[in-house]
C-alpha cells in the first residue's frame, strides 16, 4: 500500500512560518497531483494548494501570496511553505497524493495523510 508521513504543524504565533512536509512511501510507481487540504473546527475541508507532477499550481483565494506550495519528485515528498499566519489559518492540514501503483491506471490510489495541526495563536 501506500502511506503518507507529514510534519511540520505546531504552534505559530500571528505572522509566523511554519512549513510542512509530507512523504509517500509504499509501492509507487508515480504520484500525480500532490496537495494540501484543512479543515478548522466546524468547517468543512477545504483546498488550500494543489501541485501537478509538473509544476502546475493552485492555490485557494485565501491562502494565495502567502502559502508556497513545491514537491521534489525525487523523494516523493509535497512541501507547504506557510508565512505571513493568521488565526483563520488554524486547522488540522491533509497531505494528498494521487497514487500510481503500477503502470495500470487503474492503480490509482488517492491517498490522505494522518493530518498535522497548526495552530495560530498569540
Known amino acids: 500500500q501506500v502511506q503518507l508521513v507529514e510534519s511540520g504543524g505546531g504552534l505559530v504565533q500571528p505572522g509566523g512560518s511554519l512549513r510542512l512536509s509530507c512523504a509517500a512511501s509504499?509501492?509507487?510507481?508515480?504520484?500525480?497531483?500532490m496537495g494540501w487540504y484543512r479543515q478548522a473546527p466546524g468547517k468543512q475541508r477545504e483546498l488550500a494548494a494543489t501541485i501537478s507532477r509538473r509544476g502546475g499550481l493552485n492555490y485557494a483565494d485565501s491562502v494565495k501570496g502567502r502559502f508556497t506550495i513545491s514537491r521534489d519528485n525525487a523523494k516523493n515528498t509535497v512541501y507547504l511553505q506557510m508565512n505571513s499566519l493568521k488565526p483563520e489559518d488554524t486547522a488540522v492540514y491533509y497531505c494528498?497524493?494521487?497514487?500510481?501503483?503500477?503502470?495500470?491506471?487503474?492503480?490509482?490510489?488517492?491517498?490522505w495523510g494522518q493530518g498535522t495541526l497548526v495552530t495560530v495563536s498569540s
Open positions: 509504499g509501492t509507487i510507481f508515480t504520484i500525480g497531483v
Open positions: 494528498n497524493a494521487a497514487v500510481y501503483t503500477s503502470t495500470w491506471s487503474s492503480s490509482l490510489l488517492d491517498a
